[in-house]
């Protein structure tokens, strides 16, 4: 068990709302993830942070923000939720004690209506 | 920038059956994981294995860098070990670039 924890777990919200999601980690891991996983695209890096306030864009991060002023929590946010960002959300984390292997959170299931 | 292909996409097998799953990429790379997401959704790391072969129970990893290539090999099944398996290697700063997976269901 990395100490990696997601909330909310489920969540339905309308076209349009704003959305955050929340990663917590209890290890100290220096690096943390957003990935979004659909069917047919496997999953897909969205942000990542290198550090707190330190963040950078992955792959698929039009229409979603990011933030971490903890070294503990990264939040990511759908600033007005799409049909499209309809997802299973996962967060990850590594770099503890330099080890670059990640572990990912349990998930949070994401309808956008 | 890199691409990670895996195969086969599909595998069916009887339990206590062995099976080899296969990860190629394109450039080569100093971090290469494995990963199992269960039935239920949840992301394992199996192996970090940039090289080399490494085991853990009834899994191992093989990883040939000079080929671009990986192995992971699953010895006699139990239904458990069904599930998605994807292979992702970093495409810079410990980010990872992950393939399309494989996807095993053994059955009893």
């Known amino acids: 068990d990395a100490g990696i924890t997601q909330s909310p777990r489920h969540k339905v919200t309308e076209t349009g709302t704003p959305v955050t999601l929340r990663c917590h980690q209890t290890e100290n891991h220096r690096y943390m993830y957003w990935y979004r996983q659909d069917p047919g695209h496997g999953l897909r890096l969205i942000h990542y942070?290198?550090?707190?306030?330190?963040?950078d864009k992955g792959e698929v991060s039009d229409g979603y923000s990011v933030s971490r002023s903890k070294t503990e929590d990264f939040l990511l946010t759908l600033e007005s939720a799409t049909s499209s960002q309809t997802s299973v959300y996962f967060c990850?984390?590594?770099?503890?004690?330099?080890?670059?292997?990640?572990?990912f959170g349990p998930g949070t299931r994401l309808t956008v209506t | 920038g890199i691409q990670v292909e895996q195969s086969p996409p599909d595998l069916i097998l009887q339990e206590g059956a062995n099976s080899t799953l296969r990860c190629n990429f394109s450039?080569?790379?100093?971090?290469l994981q494995w990963f199992h997401q269960n039935p239920w959704g949840q992301l394992i790391n199996l192996f970090y294995?940039?090289?080399g072969t490494k085991q853990n129970g009834r899994l191992s990893a093989t990883t040939v860098a000079t080929e671009r290539y990986s192995l992971l090999y699953i010895s006699s099944s139990q239904t458990t070990d069904s599930g998605v398996y994807f292979c992702?290697?970093?495409?810079?700063?410990?980010?990872?670039?992950f393939g399309s997976g494989t996807r095993l269901l053994v059955r009893p």
């Open positions: 992702a290697v970093e495409g810079g700063s410990y980010k990872l670039i």
């Open positions: 990850a984390i590594s770099g503890l004690a330099g080890v670059p292997e990640q572990y």
């Open positions: 450039d080569s790379v100093n971090n």
């Open positions: 942070s290198y550090g707190v306030k330190d963040t």
């Open positions: 294995i940039p090289s």
